[in-house]
């Protein structure tokens, strides 16, 4: 029988579609599994084949799961807000919305196509007003939280007022900005801005001037991931360090949460080992410096015990200290340093490990403990986010800051055990003991650090502590194409929109850059006031207009683009209700993400905010679960086979692939759709047409050819490597691209991409499809299977259930493959093995099983049948055959009872009658026995 996948294809995508077969119940009664993939941002491109990889093998699992008569969940939406719909629309004028509707109706097809069995009903869009409704709640809730170190869990702000107003700032345990002390008194007679002022402070959602990436060419702040060896990943454009006034999210109050919490959940190692580096515990002291000009520097150092090697000080550029310490002799060369160090990100400052440099700022800090004057440079390579933006140096145990010393000339003490002496050509490694004769001789290392801690602390020099390198997350983006921040700002402080008035809609705007005056580009919009007595937007209002003093502008800048992303997983839980982001009882039923698969590339953003926010939210008691994803995996990637041509330098003349060595070439990437077929031939017609500078392009061929060179890379537009779902889907089927996907390897592994091991994989889905068919015949029998025909099902049953509880997807193509070859040898088909059969594969290829299952006579969908049980007993052997050996040499075989136990064996092997011809009338010396093994006679 002809498989016609497009036609199987089709009906049931649509089937599905009117069915909503695959819609999740909010059934409480019911066990439930969440399986999700990372949020996907629809751009213009649409899907490669390197891009539904996680998705398969997620649906692959959800299916598997609802066979178990599991309630699962498993949605799909959109990160619809963002950078790249934003740029477009400055070049077009284009509105984002509508790039981001067409892109998003290109994904929801490709989805559609390759036969997700998602709840299409669920579907969110973080740029939908009713959706990000409950974003700006949630900001509006961080706002008014503050977090309360002595209960370790944020708590409504109205707690902390409380507090002050009965103790002012007495015992107090608070994560805050900076160190504040007042009383309760104070408290009371301080006036309404005088409070806000220092509630911000604590506030979980603050504003404050941060270090950030400005990109002005753009127009915005830009995060560390989007930003490349100094230039916009969008664009190429120059970034720059700058400080500004921005919202942030105070994520460091929850930095040891965020590292124990790695413990109780079932991720890669290397995924935690990224957090934990990022969020940086260190335990120390802080050591306070005193300056000839009576500024104090204080630092964070892991190694106080080192305090007595320490010879200069090092700030970061940023460090408020910096303009006060610099004498008038440095100004120039501080300034100068400053604007250079202002072009590096701060990725960019600590990737750079060898290259040091710096500026004197003429000013010298007073070594407590050797009492030694150390000069104060500025350098890229300390950090304004990490500790206080300033460290004590210590160039005969630090690398950085030994390369320091020895460039501009410094003091390299090397403080040793019973010796002090200068080395100027090494340092010791950090785990040396560094201790000084006079005041920890003989400590080790532990001793020495605890002894000198103690010491800082009783002269007042400053405190053991600890240290977190996580910053916390600045949240303002200067764009349009983002959540509006639900602030208006009376006498300049920020307050929040009374929750009634959300959502805050994006306004509409003429042009999507910033104002003439630099103001983000909301500034734009001619409605962008707050009437604080009418609770509505308004326009600016005029000197003359009497209802001015309650009318307040308002907060121009957007949300960044995780915004949406730290909490989605939790709408679709809930998607459309509109009195709560999402029902208690809902989201304690669904609870955690039982399965989320997605790329490792996300590590120290998406999975960290989300987890901060999931945090956050069960502080505050709206979700009941600490961590928001149970188990979690991340897919390699598939990578493209790339094509190259080489072009002879200063010409337009092309030289054909094994000729090269005789040119002087430049190779350049070629769309791998100008090949002929599946060669390695170039379409030299097509090539010349694909760009113009290559209308004109002569070729040096060998046998008449033009061969490209190939090369595997990261499948990108950029590369031309791109292969479109879409043909794959016309020419095999979106079964066939979802098995072959499977069957490339590990599912965390990346692999190449080939083409042309697709006709394997849909030659199997022929042959499976005509395990059905007698000819062009239904051909389905009733009668009882035979014994090998149920070793071959069960066989398959076993290994199916052991590789999907172990998420080792690819071995189970491969046992798919193995059972069709077996049962057309056998020419089975019985009903018995057929429909099982069906269900066993159908995870993997829905659209071949459900037309399998409907041919088998079944009127509703094969979603609802239940997967078929493993019985051990169908494959177990009822007899093995024997190799009999005499003296080792194999001479006959003999088929026994497996069940037997070797007194049975060794009295059957000796009775029958060849073994009596070899024997001749002698008694056996010896009878060895391995069950279902071997038997050796010794003669």
Not at 68 to 92: C, K, M, R, W
Not at 129 to 135: D, N
Not at 552 to 575: H, K, N, Q, V
């Given at each position: 029988m002809f498989y016609d996948h497009q036609q199987i294809e089709k009906k049931w995508q649509q089937y599905w579609k009117e069915n909503q077969t695959y819609n999740a119940s909010n059934d409480t009664s019911k066990p439930k599994f969440y399986v999700l993939d990372m949020f996907p941002y629809p751009s213009g491109a649409g899907l490669h084949v390197g891009h539904p990889l996680?998705?398969?093998?997620?649906?692959?699992?959800?299916?598997?799961?609802?066979?178990?008569?599991?309630?699962?969940?498993?949605?799909?939406?959109?990160?619809?807000?963002?950078?790249?719909?934003?740029?477009?629309?400055?070049?077009?004028?284009?509105?984002?919305?509508?790039?981001?509707?067409?892109?998003?109706?290109?994904?929801?097809?490709?989805?559609?196509?390759?036969?997700?069995?998602?709840?299409?009903?669920?579907?969110?869009?973080?740029?939908?007003?009713?959706?990000?409704?409950?974003?700006?709640?949630?900001?509006?809730?961080?706002?008014?939280?503050?977090?309360?170190?002595?209960?370790?869990?944020?708590?409504?702000?109205?707690?902390l007022v409380r507090h002050f107003e009965s103790y002012g700032t007495e015992n107090l345990n608070a994560q805050q900005t900076e160190h504040l002390s007042f009383t309760a008194e104070e408290w009371n007679a301080a006036s309404e801005m005088d409070k806000e002022d220092i509630l911000l402070n604590y506030r979980m959602a603050f504003r404050a001037e941060t270090t950030v990436n400005w990109c002005p060419a753009l127009g915005t702040v830009l995060a560390n991931d989007e930003v490349k060896d100094g230039k916009s990943e969008r664009g190429g454009f120059p970034v720059f360090q700058k400080k500004m006034m921005q919202w942030s999210m105070r994520i460091t109050a929850y930095s040891e949460r965020l590292l124990q919490g790695l413990q109780h959940i079932d991720w890669p190692q290397p995924l935690k080992d990224a957090q934990e580096y990022w969020i940086g515990k260190s335990q120390g002291a802080a050591v306070k410096f005193a300056t000839e000009s009576e500024e104090i520097i204080e630092v964070f150092t892991t190694r106080p015990d080192t305090i007595f090697g320490a010879t200069f000080m090092v700030l970061a550029p940023e460090n408020p200290l910096v303009e006060k310490l610099t004498t008038a002799e440095q100004k120039i060369e501080v300034q100068n340093y400053i604007e250079e160090t202002s072009k590096k990100t701060e990725r960019d400052r600590m990737s750079d490990v060898k290259n040091v440099s710096g500026a004197f700022t003429g000013s010298y800090a007073l070594n407590p403990f050797t009492k030694k004057k150390m000069p104060v440079y500025i350098s890229d390579y300390v950090l304004m986010g990490y500790g206080t933006g300033a460290v004590m140096a210590v160039p005969a145990h630090d690398e950085r800051d030994h390369r320091f010393a020895k460039k501009f000339g410094l003091e390299i003490v090397n403080v040793i055990k019973n010796e002090v002496d200068v080395q100027e050509e090494s340092y010791d490694s950090k785990d040396s003991v560094c201790v000084n004769s006079d005041f920890l001789n003989g400590l080790n290392y532990t001793e020495a650090k605890n002894k000198i801690i103690a010491e800082i602390e009783d002269r007042d020099l400053g405190h053991g502590t600890t240290n977190y390198r996580q910053r916390d997350a600045i949240f303002s983006r200067q764009r349009y194409w983002g959540e509006p921040v639900p602030v208006y700002y009376k006498d300049g402080m920020p307050y929040t929109l009374p929750v009634s008035a959300l959502p805050l809609e994006l306004p509409e705007v003429e042009k999507y850059l910033p104002t003439e005056d630099g103001d983000p580009p909301l500034g734009n919009a001619k409605e962008w006031y707050w009437d604080e007595r009418n609770e509505k937007?308004?326009?600016?209002?005029?000197?003359?207009?009497?209802?001015?003093?309650?009318?307040?502008?308002?907060?121009?800048?957007?949300?960044?683009?995780?915004?949406?992303?730290?909490?989605?997983?939790?709408?679709?839980?809930?998607?459309?209700?509109?009195?709560?982001?999402?029902?208690?009882?809902?989201?304690?039923?669904?609870?955690?993400?039982?399965?989320?698969?997605?790329?490792?590339?996300?590590?120290?953003?998406?999975?960290?905010?989300?987890?901060?926010?999931?945090?956050?939210?069960?502080?505050?008691?709206?979700?009941?679960?600490?961590?928001?994803?149970?188990?979690?995996?991340?897919?390699?990637?598939?990578?493209?086979?790339?094509?190259?041509?080489?072009?002879?330098?200063?010409?337009?003349?092309?030289?054909?692939?094994?000729?090269?060595?005789?040119?002087?070439?430049?190779?350049?990437?070629?769309?791998?759709?100008?090949?002929?077929?599946?060669?390695?031939?170039?379409?030299?017609?097509?090539?010349?047409?694909?760009?113009?500078?290559?209308?004109?392009?002569?070729?040096?061929?060998?046998?008449?050819?033009?061969?490209?060179?190939?090369?595997?890379?990261?499948?990108?537009?950029?590369?031309?490597?791109?292969?479109?779902?879409?043909?794959?889907?016309?020419?095999?089927?979106?079964?066939?691209?979802?098995?072959?996907?499977?069957?490339?390897?590990?599912?965390?592994?990346?692999?190449?991409?080939?083409?042309?091991?697709?006709?394997?994989?849909?030659?199997?889905?022929?042959?499976?499809?005509?395990?059905?068919?007698?000819?062009?015949?239904?051909?389905?029998?009733?009668?009882?299977?035979?014994?090998?025909?149920?070793?071959?099902?069960?066989?398959?049953i076993k290994k199916v259930i052991y590789d999907l509880d172990n998420f080792s997807f690819n071995t189970s193509v491969s046992s798919f493959m193995i059972s069709v070859n077996e049962l057309q040898k056998l020419k089975c088909n019985k009903r018995k093995i057929l429909e099982p059969l069906a269900v066993v594969i159908s995870p993997y290829a829905p659209h071949i099983c459900e037309e399998l299952w409907m041919i088998l006579g079944h009127k509703t969908s094969i979603e609802f049948a239940e997967f078929p049980s493993f019985i051990e007993a169908y494959i177990l052997e009822d007899e093995f055959e024997y190799p009999v050996s005499f003296n080792g040499k194999m001479k006959f075989k003999i088929t026994l009872p497996a069940d037997l136990d070797v007194k049975k064996i060794e009295e059957r092997v000796l009775q029958d009658e060849k073994t009596v011809k070899q024997l001749v009338g002698n008694l056996p010396k010896k009878v060895i026995i391995v069950p279902k093994k071997i038997i050796n006679i010794v003669v």
């Open positions: 996680g998705y398969i093998a997620s649906d692959i699992y959800a299916r598997y799961k609802r066979y178990h008569g599991f309630n699962v969940l498993h949605p799909i939406g959109y990160d619809s807000f963002g950078l790249p719909a934003e740029q477009y629309a400055i070049q077009t004028g284009q509105h984002p919305a509508v790039t981001t509707e067409q892109n998003i109706t290109r994904y929801e097809e490709q989805l559609r196509r390759i036969g997700f069995s998602f709840d299409w009903s669920r579907e969110l869009r973080t740029s939908d007003p009713s959706y990000y409704k409950w974003t700006q709640w949630i900001f509006i809730e961080l706002f008014h939280s503050w977090y309360n170190k002595s209960t370790d869990k944020a708590e409504p702000i109205s707690s937007i308004v326009a600016a209002p005029s000197a003359l207009d009497k209802e001015s003093e309650h009318v307040f502008p308002l907060e121009l800048s957007t949300m960044p683009g995780w915004a949406g992303s730290s909490w989605y997983f939790l709408r679709y839980m809930d998607p459309n209700n509109d009195e709560v982001f999402t029902d208690k009882k809902l989201s304690d039923y669904w609870g955690q993400v039982d399965l989320y698969i997605g790329g490792s590339e996300h590590a120290t953003g998406h999975l960290l905010y989300s987890r901060f926010w999931n945090m956050f939210l069960k502080d505050r008691g709206f979700i009941s679960q600490e961590e928001p994803f149970k188990k979690l995996i991340n897919q390699g990637m598939i990578l493209g086979m790339s094509a190259f041509v080489y072009r002879m330098n200063g010409t337009n003349k092309f030289v054909s692939k094994n000729l090269v060595q005789e040119y002087d070439v430049q190779k350049i990437h070629v769309d791998v759709s100008l090949l002929k077929g599946a060669t390695d031939e170039l379409d030299t017609e097509a090539f010349k047409k694909w760009r113009p500078e290559f209308a004109d392009a002569e070729f040096i061929l060998e046998d008449g050819k033009y061969i490209v060179g190939r090369e595997v890379e990261k499948m990108s537009k950029s590369k031309y490597n791109v292969v479109n779902p879409d043909d794959i889907c016309d020419e095999y089927g979106a079964d066939c691209l979802r098995l072959y996907e499977m069957f490339l390897g590990p599912l965390e592994q990346s692999k190449p991409w080939n083409t042309q091991g697709l006709s394997g994989v849909y030659g199997f889905l022929k042959k499976f499809y005509n395990l059905y068919y007698d000819g062009d015949v239904v051909s389905i029998s009733e009668e009882e299977p035979t014994k090998q025909e149920y070793k071959v099902l069960h066989t398959l």
